[in-house]
């Protein structure tokens, strides 16, 4: 049983540039979640997408975007990059178009410079 | 006043103890509670979950639920060195049925041989 994937593992960028992030929920899941975790914080929520469509967002700005595909996978896009992108994404799979008990996948790790 | 507060430790603890994770939220319409692992460099990973008020146990962990006090807590009997780690308190505040999670920032936990 497959379970969440994501892409790439690590990713260094610089201020200015655009990023994609890539995951795949776990196998049966159809809802996908994203977060952001800081050093020594606790991921916080930046959107969730259901059947193609974001069905809720937490308090980031537009330069975060994201879309769905047909087999539940998922893309997380970030422009503009600032230092403070610098973090830990992280890609939460669920069932049902609920966003509760979220499995996480391994991460991706950015690096503004 | 934070949605979710956690003691950020760390939290020392012999091995064979029993160690206590607290963790209090401020949303009483908040609905499912987590409690997710997360070792130094790596993602989250779904310990347990706990819907109602009261215990459930699970192998050495129990989760403790009061609504009323608006407090959760994890219990980990047996302590081992392998414990030692970041444990993160989650909430679902549940939005028109589209939960996302918040997140504490987390206790460190580290188990003395």
């Known amino acids: 049983d497959a379970g969440v994937t994501q892409s790439p593992t690590h990713l260094i960028k610089t201020r200015g540039q655009q990023v994609t992030l890539r995951c795949s929920p776990k196998s049966g899941h159809d809802t996908v979640s994203w977060y952001q975790q800081a050093l020594g914080q606790g991921p916080q929520f930046i959107f969730q997408?259901?059947?193609?469509?974001?069905?809720q967002r937490g308090n980031f700005p537009d330069r975060f975007s994201g879309h769905q595909f047909p087999n539940y996978s998922s893309e997380l896009n970030v422009n503009a990059l600032l230092l403070g992108d610098s973090a830990l994404y992280l890609c939460?799979?669920?069932?049902?178009?609920?966003?509760?008990?979220?499995?996480f996948g391994p991460g991706t790790r950015l690096t503004v410079l | 006043q934070k949605e979710v507060e956690q003691n950020s430790g760390p939290l020392s603890v012999p091995e064979g103890a029993i160690a206590s994770l607290n963790c209090t939220y401020s949303?009483?319409?908040?609905?499912?509670f987590f409690w997710y692992r997360q070792y130094s460099g790596k993602s989250p990973e779904l310990i347990m979950f706990?819907?109602?008020?009261g215990d459930k146990e699970d192998g050495r962990f129990t989760a403790q639920l009061n609504k009323a006090s608006q407090y959760v807590s994890l219990l980990i009997r047996d302590s081992q060195p392998s414990d030692s780690a970041t444990y993160l308190c989650?909430?679902?505040?549940?939005?028109?049925?589209?939960?996302?999670?918040?997140f504490g920032t987390g206790t460190r936990l580290t188990i003395i041989p």
């Open positions: 949303d009483r319409g908040s609905q499912s």
């Open positions: 997408y259901y059947e193609e469509e974001e069905r």
């Open positions: 989650a909430v679902a505040i549940s939005n028109f049925g589209n939960e996302k999670l918040t």
């Open positions: 706990i819907y109602s008020n």
């Open positions: 939460a799979s669920s069932f049902g178009g609920k966003g509760d008990t979220q499995y």
